[in-house]
């Protein structure tokens, strides 16, 4: 009888034990996502990392027009220095811890800039999409894609009102 128990007690060791690590592995993961600001003075994307656990970004791909591409200035047509960008290599895994965020792009404008220089950026950046590969530390694989259209609405509307 006590081998029985003994034996019993090792199994719901052993499911205990599968059941504390399914725990950590949903409770520690990275929750993605790809964020945009447009304001008169500022212009940024952003990998934001809204979960508990670190999101491990293992590649970014940028999409224009079907063609695919390493890095965000290969899509656009600007001058270099007229913007932030992230400058990585494929082989180069970036973390990013909760509740922080990795830049990709951001360009600021200067008040006596006109906006002009601000809606060449925003026309440019709104036929690009950006896919996210990346895991979380149990090596789950996950995947967050968003197109930068988001960015021609203002365009849109000085259109319309022509």
Known sequence: ?????????????????????THNEKSLKPLGQIDFRD?????????????????????????????????I????????RSYARLDGSESVQK????NSSLTIFEASLAPQENETAFNRIRDQLSSITLTVKFHDIYDNKMTIE?????????????????
């Open 146 to 162: 968003r197109d930068f259209h988001w960015f021609s609405r203002h365009l849109l509307k000085e259109t319309v009102e022509r």
């Open 95 to 98: 973390v990013i811890l909760p």
């Open 1 to 21: 009888m006590t081998v029985l128990i003994s034996w019993l007690a090792w199994f719901v060791l052993l499911y205990q034990v599968y059941l504390q690590r």
């Open 39 to 71: 304001r008169p003075d500022q212009l940024y994307i952003r990998v934001s990392n809204n979960g508990v656990g670190p999101m491990i970004v293992d590649r970014l791909h940028f999409s224009k027009y079907g063609k695919l591409y390493a890095t």
């Open 73 to 80: 200035e290969d899509c656009l047509e600007l001058d270099k």
